[in-house]
């Protein structure tokens, strides 16, 4: 196996214009890989830090140090190693920044620089980089979660629900699931629009509402789902991120859109009265990150209807994952590789939620830029579902556009998971 020849890293621009660290990483037998830092706005509070410069300049979102570090310490860390080893590769950065949060060299130049190695490896073996993650052969595309409207952090709070998305569950191809999507995006476009309630798009590509309320945002996308022809919940259903550690505040919960205050258990029976009355399959962060009794009672309670993600509750850790499991909390992870900071740890995490028993959807963030390997960690880990954000903006259709290439190119031996994670629901 060949060796790191050069490690370049370089400022980028992400979706949301701010600054990220890109990192191009070329073999001594010619071949590349190159990876770029997404980044949150709606942060778990255990995720890796980011190195940004912090003062006036670009609202401290500047990332000349880390840029700085990958060009010195980073390239003096990789530069003759073998590109055989991952894990070794990615044990060498992890010591190299020396601390639990990734705060010296920065979980940014830490995630790039991880999928650096991991591209070039593949293309050094001339083979996709989905090929080369399985385990076993498996040509099962995981279904897509969709994000139709934008609120929470990605929409300066205009509802308090983060994201309400669709799940094309009911589809035979990934192709055609994405074509119904395209079609429920424009009705509920549409729809928004006739009542004066269109006020642009969220920093996802969703519609940023003017909802009245947060249920008016399940009542539209079953509505739009079905003006577009689909059945709500058998074909199209609807998955929520209420990322509900950003509407907690001094430990009670507040949907600020309706003046509204809620305890623990009015706010779970809220939740339990949309179940009811919408096609919902999926609740992300249902209860805020520090909520362990309300996470496990909400499991609890609707852990056998419905897809319970921790995204901020489990932050992509192992560690984490093997806890709720102990606690009966979840039964969905939420895997995004810079919350872990490298790519063996990313992997780490999905290896605990196989081991548990969870189910896992590998996440983008809502700053992405245009590159598209989650795609393909997605589809090589053997995830059940992967979320993007919504259905338009180049830095979402990327990705949506890679699995349709990824899928076309296996032909007949394609498949897709479609409504199978919903169907066999583990017991909480
Ligand atoms: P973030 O949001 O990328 O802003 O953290 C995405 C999510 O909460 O799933
Ligand atoms: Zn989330």
Redesign the pocket.
């Given at each position: 196996m060949t060796t790191i020849a050069r490690v370049e890293g370089r400022r980028i621009w992400d979706s949301r214009g701010r600054p990220t660290v890109e990192i191009d990483v070329t073999l001594a037998d010619g071949s590349r890989g190159r990876g770029m830092a997404?980044?949150?706005?709606?942060?778990?509070s255990g995720?890796a830090l980011e190195l940004r410069d912090g003062g006036e300049r670009l609202g401290g979102y500047d990332v000349r140090r880390a840029v700085e570090l990958a060009n010195t310490e980073v390239r003096a860390l990789l530069v003759g190693q073998p590109i055989a080893d991952q894990a070794q590769l990615d044990a060498l950065l992890v010591a190299a920044d020396g601390t639990s949060a990734r705060s010296r060299l920065g979980g940014n130049t830490l995630i790039a620089a991880s999928l650096a190695l991991l591209n070039a490896r593949a293309a050094s073996r001339g083979v996709p980089l989905w090929r080369m993650l399985q385990e076993t052969e498996n040509h099962s595309i995981p279904v897509p979660e969709i994000q139709i409207f934008g609120g929470?952090?990605?929409a300066r709070g205009r509802c308090d629900i983060?994201?309400f998305l669709v799940v094309p569950c009911g589809a035979l191809s990934y192709a055609e699931g994405l074509e119904w999507v395209a079609e429920v995006y424009a009705c509920a476009g549409r729809r928004l629009a006739r009542r004066g309630q269109l006020q642009g798009v969220a920093?996802?590509g969703g519609y940023w509402p003017a909802f009245q309320h947060n249920e008016e945002g399940v009542e539209e996308l079953t509505r739009a789902i079905e003006e577009a022809g689909f059945a709500a919940g058998g074909q199209v259903a609807i998955a929520l991120?209420a990322?509900a550690s950003q509407w907690r505040k001094d430990g009670q919960y507040r949907w600020q859109l309706e003046s509204r205050d809620f305890t623990v258990a009015q706010l779970l029976d809220e939740y339990g009265r949309w179940l009811d009355r919408y096609p919902i399959v999926s609740i992300?962060?249902p209860l805020a990150e520090d909520d362990h009794d309300g996470m496990r009672e909400f499991t609890r309670r609707f852990g056998g209807r419905i897809q319970v993600v921790g995204?901020?509750y489990l932050v992509t850790s192992a560690a984490r994952i093997e806890q709720a499991a102990r606690a009966g909390i979840c039964n969905t992870v939420?895997i995004?590789p810079n919350q872990a900071g490298t790519v063996t740890e990313t992997a780490a995490a999905v290896a605990a939620a196989k081991r548990v028993g969870y189910r896992f959807i590998v996440?983008?963030?809502?700053?992405e830029t245009e590159d598209a390997t989650m795609v393909h960690l997605a589809l090589g880990w053997g995830a059940d579902g992967f979320?993007v954000?919504s259905f338009t903006r180049s830095e979402r259709m990327a990705k949506w556009n890679e699995m349709l290439r990824i899928e076309e190119s296996m032909g007949r031996r394609a498949g897709y998971r479609g409504a199978e994670p919903f169907l066999s629901r583990p017991a909480p």
């Open positions: 997404p980044a949150g706005a709606s942060m778990g995720e929470g952090a990605h983060q994201d920093d996802e991120d990322a992300e962060d995204d901020d939420l995004k996440s983008a963030r809502s700053g979320k954000g």
